[in-house]
């Protein structure tokens, strides 16, 4: 027989069959899907695991260059055993205790939630790793195979996620901001402690309801207020309103400023919004303010106390109304004949805002009204309220109105609300720092710039001791303080301090760790300088003792009448000049009539 013969003969008698086919195939897919999984996939080819290959995915996983067939097992001859270890909870696994060690040698599942890979480069990793046998024909173990997946960047998303929500958490108290959260499924409603503290409840834990927001909200404003939520959710659009609560604990009428909107919708339908609620009763007085104001100017102009000029595009005077000559002390035929220009009535402080205006009349047609000083014949000056407009391409009108009073009135305004603002911003801004587990600032909001008298970056890395005063250093207090914020959660900071300058100021604030579940990432201190209400409160008892002591010197009586009540206070000498016993209540007027002998009534 022909070896030709003999090769088509074997061809014949020993065809490939469909089983052999389809193991062949699925072989073959299961070698790609081997191949290209983003899993780390590793399989032990001895009960003892003393040789342990991977997937292209799985050599990354440890940090290997892919090698086909190359060892990676930890228990394998320590020449060929990798740079890595594995670490549970911080200690060290033994190789015989690894999850695939463990399933190869006792035939079972192994399901390791966590184990912390270390590399020889400083490189760290969070790896879930699941492990299974695998069994020969007799069912003996003749390896392992098991799955190992990189969670590190999850594991750190949840832990920025954990510091961030910490942070918008001191964030709304410091801002004093309350947070709503809305489930419009169930109708229940969070609220964070700060929305609580605006409408005058303590705080609670247990979930809300939006029929229990309402009513404290005045009743003429209710109905807009409901209107405008269900428009909102119903339009997946956002909710802002303005409206008046009343106190749960004081019954005080309150401004608050609300803001929403849909988070969440399903199939179309809004299932979730969220937003924030604040105090804005003190903008709500400078609005009221403001519009007063206003009103008052324009009271002012319909009385003709306007001034009209008129002029060329050369900036030459044409003509003016009688209340404009009143207001710059000018004649007309001075005006009218070209020797003053519309530019010289701005003095030259003011001559670039004028040239400004100037610009904008020719570019778009006006100018923006605007508060100058106008020069007067006489040199002098006044304040007015300038807006020009263009007639045509060489003509313009300009409107002039004397605001001298009403900016003297302004003024004052300003600076009362200017001290209005200081004394807010005494009692709502605080100092907010933060700092790293070695308390080591990491955190420096304005207040603290404002407080201290550091910029943040004088401060930023600087051991949070600096702030201490040298003696506290001496004796500890800034480690006894983050001992106590450890120990109790909070602790108090009442005492005095150092600024930039090196100068004292006395601080009140309270220190809290910052925690990531049992660990501590850091420090936050809320404070606020106390100094000159420390200083105001002495002065005002040194004032009354020394009151106190020139009444007793001089034996001199003294009381005070409220006409409203009718009731009257004496000191102890009244009492004593009168021959009583001192008595805690008030007193009234014809106490001291009827003392009174009968002949000095006339």
């Not at 009960?47 to 097992?73: K, M």
């Not at 005058?200 to 979930?207: Q, R, V």
């Not at 001075?334 to 010289?344: I, Q």
């Not at 480690?479 to 108090?492: K, M, P, S």
Request: hydrophobic share 40%.
């Amino acid at each position: 027989m022909s070896s030709h013969e003999e090769a088509h003969f074997s061809a014949v008698s020993s065809p490939v069959s469909p089983a052999e086919t389809l193991l062949r195939e699925r072989t073959e897919e299961i070698e790609a899907l081997f191949n290209v999984s983003p899993v780390g996939i590793f399989v032990a080819h001895d009960p003892q695991c003393l040789r342990i290959t991977g997937n292209p995915a799985g050599y990354a996983l440890v940090e290997e260059p892919y090698q086909p067939g190359v060892n990676i097992s930890a228990t394998a001859p320590e020449v060929y055993r990798p740079s890595y270890r594995l670490f549970r909870d911080g200690v060290p696994v033994a190789p015989e205790q690894l999850p695939m060690q463990i399933a190869a040698r006792e035939g079972i599942e192994v399901l390791e939630e966590l184990l912390e890979a270390r590399f020889a480069n400083g490189k760290r990793k969070l790896l879930y790793i699941y492990a299974r046998p695998l069994f020969d024909q007799n069912g003996q173990t003749r390896g392992a195979i098991s799955a190992i997946v990189d969670i590190t960047s999850h594991q750190e998303a949840e832990a920025a996620l954990r510091e961030s929500q910490e942070r918008l958490r001191i964030a709304f108290e410091a801002a004093h901001m309350g947070a709503w959260d809305w489930d419009l499924v169930s109708g229940k409603m969070q609220w964070n402690a700060q929305f609580f503290q605006l409408l005058g409840l303590e705080p609670s834990e247990e979930a809300q309801n939006v029929h229990d927001f309402l009513p404290f909200i005045c009743e003429d404003e209710q109905g807009a207020v409901r209107s405008q939520l269900q428009g909102s959710f119903r339009e997946n659009g956002i909710f802002e309103a303005d409206f008046r609560v009343r106190r749960a604990d004081t019954g005080a009428i309150r401004w608050m400023s609300a803001y929403g909107r849909v988070v969440e919708t399903r199939e179309g339908a809004a299932v979730r919004m969220g937003g924030v609620m604040s105090d804005v009763t003190q903008r709500k007085a400078a609005e009221h303010a403001l519009r007063h104001s206003e009103e008052r100017l324009k009271r002012a102009m319909r009385i003709g106390s306007v001034g009209v000029l008129f002029f060329d595009a050369q900036g030459h005077i044409t003509d003016c109304n009688e209340t404009f000559l009143e207001m710059v002390g000018f004649e007309a035929k001075n005006l009218f004949a070209g020797t003053v220009k519309w530019l010289d009535l701005t003095p030259p402080d003011w001559r670039e805002q004028a040239e400004n205006a100037t610009r904008e009349l020719c570019e778009q047609g006006r100018s923006t009204p605007h508060e100058t000083q106008v020069l007067r014949a006489d040199g002098t000056q006044f304040w007015a309220l300038r807006a020009a407009s263009k007639i045509n391409d060489n003509e313009s009108v300009e409107y002039f109105l004397d605001i001298s009073p009403s900016k003297v009135a302004q003024e004052q305004l300003r600076a009362s609300e200017a001290h209005l603002q200081l004394v807010m911003e005494s009692v709502t801004e605080h100092a907010i720092i933060t700092t790293d587990a070695q308390a080591r600032i990491s955190g420096w909001n304005e207040g603290a710039a404002r407080i201290f008298g550091y910029t943040p970056e004088q401060v930023l890395g600087q051991p949070v001791t600096i702030l201490f005063t040298p003696e506290d250093r001496a004796a500890g207090i800034p480690e006894a303080e983050l001992q106590q914020a450890l120990e109790t959660g909070r602790a108090t900071d009442e005492r005095w301090h150092l600024r930039g300058d090196g100068s004292r100021f006395y601080l009140s604030g309270i220190t809290s760790p910052l925690r990531d579940g049992d660990e501590v990432k850091g420090f936050v201190k809320v404070a606020r300088d106390l100094t000159e209400e420390r200083h105001a409160a002495e002065l005002l008892r040194q004032s009354e003792e020394r009151y106190r002591i020139a009444l007793e010197a001089a034996e001199m009586a003294a009381w005070d009448w409220d006409l409203k009540t009718n009731c009257v206070k004496w000191n102890e000498q009244h009492y004593s000049l009168m021959g009583l016993q001192p008595m805690p209540d008030d007193r009234k007027p014809e106490d001291f009539m009827n003392s009174l002998h009968p002949d000095d009534f006339e």
